[in-house]
């Protein structure tokens, strides 16, 4: 294995000083190291490095991010296919824009605090134990809620994004081979990222839901890209005129029931209440009314008085040819 020391990066053969200039010099003016497949396993002490900028240190067998403490210009750092477990060493480096850590040993994504400049972070393809899935710290994505627009999470085995609501500058998801389930999940996310322009879930069993694509278009004003396919204004109309039309039918249709239920309450109030019995004499040809008042509750031993039996006769109305219901009422009112 090979650790990776001033002295091989002085001697690399795509890094050569000028002949007036001293080692110690020209290390200083490197902006851009690049050291990927070079079976590194150990970042050695790279102080004098200081306007190193970018540097590719990816497809090598480094287990511990060390010694970038003093690489306090960096923006850019590549430690992709490694063999990294845990992200560490890293709050220094406050001008750090874009961060490569896919295809590692990463449970957690933690340690990120105070990288108020980072605005990616592509964190896919970690080579976890079988069941596990990478999880984020409450702090780190505090910490990046501001800056951070790009992120990677594909292949990861997760099956809940919540937790990326505070991420409010976010434009780019990148979700891709995971085990997002609940279309509702992603609505509540959608409606948080306001930013949002580019998602890809391909490969999570959501997509396969009904009406998924639908869905997350309607909830969504500023999502352009879903799925690597783009949302065409045609589309967006379409289904806010249909959702538009079927939330109106459905009020529509609510308040036809409100109408029917009270209309069928107040019928079967008013004949229960007066007792109302059609009653048909050969002799005239005519119906009549016949309304039966309620029973009296007030009863002394047993027997109504007088009046009260006087009463609780049933009175017969004129002759009304085929009554309605208003006139009906308007007998029980006068009576």
């Known amino acids: 294995m ?45 102080s004098p490095c200081k306007s190193l900028s970018v540097l590719y240190l990816y497809d090598n067998h480094i ?26 060493n890293l709050r220094s480096l406050k001008k750090l824009e874009k961060l490569y850590l896919g295809s590692n040993y990463i449970a957690v994504i933690e340690g990120l605090e105070g990288l108020e400049g980072l605005r990616e972070l592509h964190v896919e393809s970690q080579r ?15 910490s990046l809620g501001k800056s951070l627009s790009i992120l990677n999470i594909s292949n990861n085995n997760i099956d809940d994004i919540r937790d990326l609501e505070i991420l409010e500058n ?26 949002l322009w580019k998602m890809d879930l391909n490969g999570n069993p959501v997509c396969l839901k009904p009406k998924y694509r639908d869905r997350l278009i309607l909830v969504s004003k500023s999502l352009e890209f879903l799925d690597g396919k783009e949302i065409k204004n045609i589309e967006r109309q379409f289904l806010i005129n249909w959702k538009a039309s079927k939330d109106a039918k459905k009020i529509s249709k609510k308040k036809n029931s409100k109408n ?9 109030n008013f004949e229960t209440i007066h007792h ?35 009463e609780d006769k049933p009175k017969i109305a004129e002759d009304m040819g ?12 006068k009576k």
């Open 276 to 310: 109302i019995v059609p009653v048909y004499y050969p002799q005239v040809g005519k119906p009549k009314l016949v309304f039966f008042p309620d029973i009296p509750r007030n009863l002394a031993n047993g027997n109504s008085s007088s009046e009260s039996s006087q």
């Open 170 to 195: 976010l434009n780019q998801l990148i979700a891709v081979d995971n085990q997002l389930l609940h279309v509702k999940d992603l609505e509540f996310l959608l409606n948080k990222l306001m930013k």
């Open 322 to 333: 085929n009554p309605s219901l208003k006139e009906c009422e308007s007998l029980l009112t």
């Open 260 to 268: 029917e239920d009270a209309s069928n309450s107040y019928i079967s």
């Open 63 to 88: 287990s511990e991010i060390t010694n970038l403490n003093y690489a306090t210009n960096l923006t850019h750092l590549y430690l992709q296919n490694n063999c990294i477990s845990c992200i560490e």
């Open 2 to 46: 090979v650790r990776l020391t001033l002295d091989l990066i002085a001697k690399s053969n795509n890094l050569k000083p000028r002949k007036e200039e001293t080692t110690s010099r020209y290390l200083k003016k490197i902006t851009h190291l690049n050291f990927s497949d070079k079976n590194i396993d150990t970042i050695g002490d790279l």
């Open 128 to 142: 976890l134990p079988l069941g596990e899935k990478l999880l984020f710290d409450p702090r780190t994505l505090h």
